[in-house]
């Protein structure tokens, strides 16, 4: 089979392979859509992930069966099925224990194009079909199912680890694919202002759309002076994008008593610093928790809902539409490049 792989660092290219073998609990997936992702950016570009030597790329897809294991009950042959971008072991102990992201170790939840081959493939392998993987529901369309995968659960994850309640005032931190996702959540979860960080139109626009009140343009100037002065300390805050030093800017506009949720996948810098005094010399508790989004069947079927019920459309991310496998490098090069019309582009195939 062909993927596209990372050959080294701030190296990609076309590669043969044989096809996966398919355990007893597993399945072979053949792609029927595909997203690049900002990560597969960083594990190329930045190396965040350490060198990878043909390594296929990818962890974003819908797909249609094409191989069962024996010990598979649920799925069959044929069936088209939404994939997470995190395929935990769900008979591990991290899993029984609430981390199933973690299981096998430290973001080992995190398979597809970190321990093993990902998704820009004629074909790849699921672990543990019968706790990963989730059906397509009829009529759903490719693009808000290809948000499934990691935009929507990551989103929504962040909202989960601020642990937004009704009537929260709540800042998002960053509005491209995650942070617009997160903005919809906050608003499905009850939050009663939300002001988003960010400044592309389109991402400002949508922001609006999905619940946002007020957009704070870091181009304006310092993020944490235009909260404190437009709305004072918040509830909650959501960090989907900025770096290292993104997190002195929360804590500032924080609450004591606070929460921070940070999906913001940090792909350089040696530590993340706290600012003393704002942080109350220690005794604030003002939390700050970062987490994996959690995969699996169960919550891929309920944020499913979110979307068949007509509560969350995440198919408008997408702003690219390619076609055909051949189109993944033009479509990856287009996520690292970011031009300004873009939020998330989708292959077709």
Known sequence: MKG???MSIGQVGWVDKER??????????RPIALAPCTSDVHTVWAGALGDRHELI????????IVEVGSLVKDFKVGDKVLIPAITPDWNSLAAQGGYSMHSGGLLSGWKFSNFKDGVFAEFFHVNDADGNLALLPQGMDLASACMLADMVPTGVHGVELADIQF???????????????AVAAASIRGASEIYAVGSRPNCVALAKEFGASEIINYHDG????????KVGLVDRVIIAGGTVDTFAQAIKILKPGGKIGNVNYLGKGDSVN???VEWGFGMSHKSIVGGLMPGGRLRMEKLASLVTSGRLNPGKLVTHTFKGLESVEEALLLMKDK???????LILL
């Not at 031009?339 to 582009?345: N, T, V």
């Open 222 to 229: 310092d993020i944490a002076e235009q909260i404190l002065e």
């Open 274 to 276: 706290i600012p003393r």
């Open 4 to 6: 596209f792989a990372m």
């Open 167 to 181: 009537g929260d005032k709540v800042v998002v931190i960053g509005i491209g694919p995650v942070g617009l996702m």
């Open 339 to 345: 031009p300004k019309d873009l939020i998330k582009p």
């Open 20 to 29: 996966p073998n398919c355990g007893p609990m597993d399945a072979i997936c």
């Open 57 to 64: 790329l990818g962890h974003e897809s819908v797909g249609e």
